[in-house]
């Protein structure tokens, strides 16, 4: 970690400065005689990857942004922390920079393991995407992000917890009501526009009664930090397609598992089960994880004595747009509030963030015309567009999900799949989303036309 300087329980919203310490730009925020006021051109709720990315384009618009986080930096976040070329994509259009000397971990590839077989895949070298992929660990990964949207010139204010909505007299939303640090002081915020970047949670959502369908994919992941010299600088990621146990090692475990080094002596390890699987929601992840890591060898480290971080963590993983619609009444759905991790490979940065650069653009398109049906027909375009970017991909990967909740499906895949690298080749392009969108080679081609041809999700 950088050091830094960041002070920032508010009682109301106070003036912000900035200091350069270290490269890094840090946010103090001082009381003011005169502070700002708790109106915006819009208001984004939740500074993760989908918040701090709509924030800093909305900003680059010219926007007035009002970014709040009911947290305060650095803050710690359950994920994978391992991040694929559509992912680095969307960090250098941000302006990141991604070099290890950034502090960021590169890696060549996927490699696929199941059982005694293993394969280890490079990214695909593609003209739309960078041909590396990245590690870094949440606890400072949001707040660069949330850095580049007050960069961009957002006001992000740290230790508002949004409650609630505040609706006008046509039951539109009109802003947010909120308990602002430790001592939970209300305050209000207004703004003729609301992006609800609230996660998993979607309390924006589901105060507007947007509930989550059934029918989309769902999983569930855990994780924990492991002290592992021998794994921590691997160049590739790792995912394992076979769980089993040292105690019943003829037994496979349910879900698919991740190892992914952090280049500086830990890794980040965990696991997911899908709930097309018989397991999910029946079995204790945490205990799971630790059964299948007693199988790995020794020397890797991954043994409750060399945890690096405390106890096993867990979150839930929205999938193929599992909340909809994604735009009503002056709500913005991006990210994990509006369902959009990756059916096919549990990613979720990615589509965060190009869901909030999505919907920045349709919000200051509208926010450009008169309040009224004129705005409102633009804001409607925005869900027609995820529909168009992401839909028919999603689609095939509800389908994916069903067909290796299978075992005999899955198990026919990882016996007979993984002896054949061209096809392996194939499904890394397919399962990262990673083709070129113009040109390309034949599985670009199929891929992108697939895509296209299914039903929207």
């Known amino acids: 970690m950088h050091s830094q300087a960041l002070i920032q329980p508010l009682s109301s919203p106070n003036a912000t400065a900035e200091l350069k310490t270290d490269n890094r730009t840090a946010r103090i925020t001082v009381p003011s005689s005169n502070p700002a006021p708790n109106d915006a051109d819009v208001i984004v709720v939740g500074a993760g990857p989908a918040g701090s990315a709509s924030a800093y384009y909305l900003a680059s618009h010219g926007l007035d942004v009002l970014l709040l986080e009911k947290t305060s930096f650095p803050r710690e976040k359950v994920c994978g922390d391992g991040l694929t070329p559509k992912s680095v994509k969307a960090l250098i259009r941000m302006g990141i920079d991604t070099s290890p000397e950034a502090g960021w971990t590169h890696n060549k590839g996927l490699r696929v393991v199941a059982g005694d077989t293993q394969l280890s895949l490079d990214w695909p070298k593609l003209d739309d995407y960078p041909a590396y992929g990245l590690t870094r660990t949440r606890l400072d990964f949001d707040e660069l992000l949330a850095d580049r949207a007050v960069s961009a010139g957002a006001r992000l204010l740290t230790e508002v917890n949004v409650t609630t909505p505040i609706f006008d007299r046509a039951g539109r939303?009109?802003?947010?009501?909120?308990?602002?640090?430790?001592?939970?002081?209300?305050?209000?915020?207004?703004?003729?526009?609301?992006?609800?970047?609230?996660?998993?949670?979607?309390?924006?959502?589901?105060?507007?009664?947007?509930?989550?369908?059934?029918?989309?994919?769902?999983?569930?992941?855990?994780?924990?930090?492991?002290?592992?010299?021998?794994?921590?600088?691997?160049?590739?990621?790792?995912?394992?397609?076979?769980?089993?146990s040292a105690a019943n090692p003829n037994v496979l475990l349910p879900g698919y598992g991740w190892i992914f080094g952090l280049g500086d002596g830990r890794v980040n390890v965990g696991l997911g089960v899908l709930n097309s699987s018989t397991a999910f929601g029946k079995t204790n992840y945490r205990k799971l994880l630790t059964d299948w890591l007693s199988s790995t060898p020794e020397e890797w480290g991954m043994r409750d004595e060399s945890q690096a971080d405390g106890p096993i963590r867990g979150a839930g993983l929205p999938m193929g747009f599992n909340r909809v619609p994604h735009y009503s009444r002056g709500l913005v759905l991006v990210g994990d509030s509006g369902g959009m991790v990756n059916p096919f490979n549990g990613e979720g940065i990615a589509y965060a963030m190009e869901s909030g650069e999505i919907a920045a653009r349709f919000v200051a398109d509208a926010l450009a015309k008169p309040a009224g049906p004129r705005r409102e027909a633009v804001l409607r375009q925005y869900p027609v567009e995820l529909k168009r970017e992401f839909g028919g991909y999603y689609r095939m990967g509800d389908i994916f999900v069903k067909l290796i909740g299978n075992p005999t499906v899955m198990r026919l895949c990882t016996e007979h799949g993984l002896h054949h690298p061209l096809l392996m080749r194939f499904v890394l392009k397919l399962l990262a989303n990673l083709t070129d969108a113009r040109g390309g080679d034949a599985m670009d081609k199929l891929i992108n036309g697939l895509s296209k041809v299914a039903p929207a999700a």
Do not use: F, N
Not at 191 to 196: D, E, M, R, T
Not at 219 to 240: C, I, N, Q, T
């Open 173 to 244: 939303v009109c802003g947010v009501e909120a308990v602002v640090g430790a001592e939970k002081r209300p305050a209000t915020y207004t703004a003729p526009i609301v992006v609800s970047a609230d996660g998993v949670s979607a309390r924006m959502a589901l105060a507007l009664g947007i509930a989550k369908r059934d029918d989309r994919p769902l999983g569930v992941a855990v994780r924990r930090y492991y002290k592992s010299p021998a794994k921590h600088d691997d160049e590739y990621l790792e995912s394992w397609l076979q769980l089993r």
